[in-house]
């Protein structure tokens, strides 16, 4: 029955989550508030990995909380039913490509939910913003994250020497901080 509750968890994830893996994040809050399978601290720790390993987001977090919630196999039907409306689509989609190509109304409908999408994409920011400075809740921001993302602006945007570095390195330097900070608590 577990494996039957993920696939459809995920899979209306999948469905309506348009505009990439960070449109998930609403509905995985949702998902935690509902279901219990993991907390929201749990959910800053898995889009900060996701967000530093190889794979789509959306996929790396319901792979993550299938795994949490049911082992392996709990991660492939999450994984499964995360992916599984994309795949619908696209092969629906595909087989009347040239009817869809030239119809007024798919192209409207496509501009219709460019807002939806940004929207969503706004709110799983703002959920972000708030787990990664605000994590006490809250009670007054841990001032070391602020600091660590201004040096990160400054050395990314405004040191010459810096400019030129690859992303990993910037994100290796960010888990070495955090693990720091949180070691020296």
Wanted: cysteine-free; proline content about 5%; charged content about 10%.
């Amino acid at each position: 029955m577990i494996y039957l509750r993920l696939f459809w968890e995920f899979f209306k994830a999948g469905l309506f989550a348009v505009g990439g893996g960070m449109a998930t994040l609403p509905f995985l809050y949702d998902i935690s508030d509902r279901t219990g399978w993991f907390t929201h601290a749990q959910l800053a720790d898995m889009v900060a990995v996701s967000e530093s390993t190889p794979g789509p987001i959306g996929v790396n977090m319901a792979t993550y909380v299938g795994f949490l919630t049911s082992g392996v196999g709990g991660a492939a039907v999450a994984t499964l039913g995360l992916v599984t409306p994309s795949i619908v689509i696209i092969l629906i989609i595909s087989a009347f490509l040239q009817r869809f190509r030239d119809s007024k109304y798919v192209n409207a409908a496509f501009y219709g939910l460019r807002p939806a999408s940004t929207a969503m994409i706004f709110a799983a920011l703002l959920l972000v913003v708030k787990a990664a400075f605000l994590p006490n809740g809250p009670a007054l921001p841990d001032w070391r994250l602020f600091a660590l993302a201004a040096v990160l602006l400054v050395l990314t945007n405004h040191v010459k020497a810096t400019k030129k570095l690859h992303p990993i390195v910037f994100i290796a330097a960010s888990a070495a901080v955090g693990v720091a900070l949180k070691l020296a608590e």
